[in-house]
C-alpha cells in the first residue's frame, strides 16, 4: 500500500502562483510514477502533469504546459505542482496518484485531494 497527503492548496488571486506538495507513505519502494489529476466543478477528472519516481521525464497535458510545473524529491518520498499564472479556470480539486511497480499500466493508489480556488 501507498499513502498519499497532498497540501499547499488554499483561495489565491488570478495571476498568483501556488505550489501543491504530495508526501507519499508506505511501500514507497513501489512507486513506478507520480501524477497530478485535477476536478474542476461540473467537469470529469483530467491529467494534468506526471513524473517517473526513477529518470528525470516529465509529462504534462497541453494545456498547461509552460504554466505548471512537476518536480519530485526521492530522499522526502515528495512530489510538487508548481503552478503559475493561475486563473479562474484552474479552480479545482488537485489529487495526487501513483502507478505502483506492480500495476505500471494504472494509477492505483490516490490521495484525497487539496483544494485551489481561484478568484478573479
Known amino acids: 500500500q501507498v499513502q498519499l497527503v497532498e497540501s499547499g492548496g488554499r483561495l489565491v488571486q488570478a495571476g498568483e502562483s501556488l505550489r501543491l506538495s504530495c508526501a507519499a507513505s508506505?511501500?514507497?519502494?513501489?512507486?513506478?510514477?507520480m501524477g497530478w489529476f485535477r476536478q474542476r466543478p461540473g467537469k470529469e477528472r483530467e491529467f494534468v502533469a506526471a513524473i517517473p519516481w526513477s529518470g528525470a521525464s516529465t509529462y504534462y497535458a497541453d494545456s498547461l504546459k509552460g504554466r505548471f510545473t512537476i518536480s519530485k524529491d526521492n530522499a522526502k518520498n515528495t512530489v510538487y505542482l508548481q503552478m503559475n499564472s493561475l486563473n479562474p479556470e484552474d479552480t479545482a480539486r488537485y489529487y495526487c496518484?501513483?502507478?505502483?511497480?506492480?500495476?505500471?499500466?494504472?494509477?492505483?493508489?490516490w490521495g484525497q485531494g487539496t483544494q485551489v480556488t481561484v478568484s478573479s
Open positions: 496518484a501513483v502507478r505502483s511497480t506492480d500495476r505500471p499500466s494504472e494509477y492505483g493508489y
Open positions: 508506505g511501500r514507497t519502494f513501489r512507486i513506478y510514477r
